[in-house]
């Protein structure tokens, strides 16, 4: 087996990619080792002490370290924690799988609460996260998530290598929210929520 790396546009972050599937669906985030107990590979990565955040996507692991660590020194121990954990075909999550985690359902965490009545607003702007930006934050080594639109505006969180990223307010400005306004009239802003 061979796990490939690329750099993000978060310098802090590195995507490591496997050469086969992650997670079978969705994405996880784990921002803190507490949060990373239920999942062997992730408390592995952050066990070794120089780790911020770990994000599971569909084909890659993003890995953000902390600040003032050096990936020269870092990156081997990912890549060995990595093969160990894919050769020995472990489970990704204790218990052998993520039925028992409790991920809190997306609206859960929402900013704002949605109005019925911009229903055809809000599904046009789903249509467009899930098939163009969803895709082009994943080869940065992150995802998005939606959280409300309401008055003109959506709120969306960034995650993985694009949380924390020096470029993460142009991605939500410039990319994001010129995309969403051209092709979603309603739309006049896009913030971090």
Not at 65 to 86: M, N, Y
Not at 112 to 120: G, P, T
Request: aromatic share 8%.
């Amino acid at each position: 087996m061979f796990i490939e790396t690329e750099t993000t546009p978060n310098p802090s972050s590195l995507k490591f990619l496997p050469g086969q599937t992650v997670m079978p669906s969705g994405t996880r985030e784990f921002a803190s080792p507490e949060a990373a107990e239920v999942s062997p590979l992730a408390q592995a990565i952050f066990d070794t002490g120089e780790v911020v955040n770990v994000f599971f996507g569909w084909d890659f692991v993003t890995v953000t370290a902390a600040p003032g660590t050096q990936w020269s020194s870092l990156k081997p121990q990912v890549v060995s924690i990595l093969l160990d954990h894919f050769v020995s075909e472990a489970p990704l999550f204790a218990g052998g799988s993520a039925d028992g985690i409790n991920v809190p359902a997306e609206d859960a965490e929402m900013a704002v609460e949605d109005k019925e009545e911009d229903a055809e607003t809000i599904a046009a702007i789903h249509e467009l996260l899930e098939t163009r930006v969803r895709p082009a934050v994943a080869g940065d080594g992150g995802d998005i998530a939606y959280r409300g639109f309401s008055d003109g505006v959506v709120y969306l969180t960034l995650q993985g290598a694009c949380s924390g990223c020096p470029s993460s307010t142009a991605t939500l400005k410039h990319g994001i929210e010129s995309l969403l306004k051209h092709y979603v009239p309603e739309v006049v802003e896009v913030r971090a929520a």
